[in-house]
T-cell receptor
Framework: AQTVTQSQPEMSVQEAETVTLSCTYDTSESDYYLFWYKQPPSRQMILVIRQEAYKQQNATENRFSVNFQKAAKSFSLKISDSQLGDAAMYFCAYRSPPGGTYKYIFGTGTRLKVLA | EAQVTQNPRYLITVTGKKLTVTCSQNMNHEYMSWYRQDPGLGLRQIYYSMNVEVTDKGDVPEGYKVSRKEKRNFPLILESPSPNQTSLYFC??????????????????FGAGSRLTVL
């Protein structure tokens, strides 16, 4: 069974600095999808970034980028120029490929604090 | 506005009293799913549906039922709620269950969440 592990329950970063959130996963599949979702205090779940396993190029979305290491089964999120609005819980998620179980597997989350 | 709507947003109930949490999306999405969020456990998938009349269990289906009679609606039913079902529940949908086009069609859109307390 697939698993997603976020080993950092909480992280802090100074405003305008860079922070990296870790995520590792376990799967025997070769084609799958990985996501980072953000949950601010409003509780709304918001997509941050998405990566297809078949793509070697790391996904980027403005200040957010990932370091996708397929062989190591690692999918870390880098936030550059951190802003106060980045403070939230961040969840890493895995999605099976077509023909699989169509399940989403989420990690336990990392709470990010941004210090002014 | 494209959205997933859940109701109720907050509910306090008692053990054994049947309840339904409704979920509706207006985006013509094929895939819909339910999750519960508990401290230290992240989000865990309860049930999902790939299309009308097609549902399957997620990782924590015990104590829950679902139905998908219409494409837009996917209610979560707790036939006999127990205190261990106290949680924050999310409904989510995505355009397709099959990611044939690799176009981002499997990105989930979430509802605002339903806080359920069972006494």
């Amino acid at each position: 069974a697939q698993t997603v592990t976020q080993s950092q329950p909480e992280m802090s970063v100074q405003e305008a600095e860079t922070v990296t959130l870790s995520c590792t996963y376990d799967t025997s599949e070769s084609d799958y999808y990985l996501f980072w979702y953000k949950q601010p205090p409003s509780r709304q779940m918001i997509l941050v970034i998405r990566q297809e396993a078949y793509k070697q190029q790391n996904a980027t979305e403005n200040r957010f980028s990932v370091n996708f290491q397929k062989a190591a089964k690692s999918f870390s999120l880098k936030i550059s120029d951190s802003q106060l609005g980045d403070a939230a819980m961040y969840f890493c998620a895995y999605r099976s490929p077509p023909g699989g179980t169509y399940k989403y597997i989420f990690g336990t989350g990392t709470r990010l604090k941004v210090l002014a | 506005e494209a959205q997933v709507t859940q109701n109720p947003r907050y509910l306090i109930t008692v053990t054994g009293k049947k309840l339904t949490v409704t979920c509706s999306q207006n985006m013509n999405h094929e895939y819909m799913s339910w999750y519960r969020q508990d401290p230290g456990l992240g989000l865990r998938q309860i049930y999902y549906s790939m299309n009308v009349e097609v549902t399957d269990k997620g990782d924590v289906p015990e104590g829950y039922k679902v139905s998908r009679k219409e494409k837009r609606n996917f209610p979560l039913i707790l036939e006999s709620p127990s205190p261990n079902q106290t949680s924050l529940y999310f409904c989510a949908s995505s355009l397709r269950a099959h990611e044939g086009g690799r176009s981002g069609a499997n990105v989930l859109t979430f509802g605002a969440g339903s806080r359920l307390t069972v006494l």
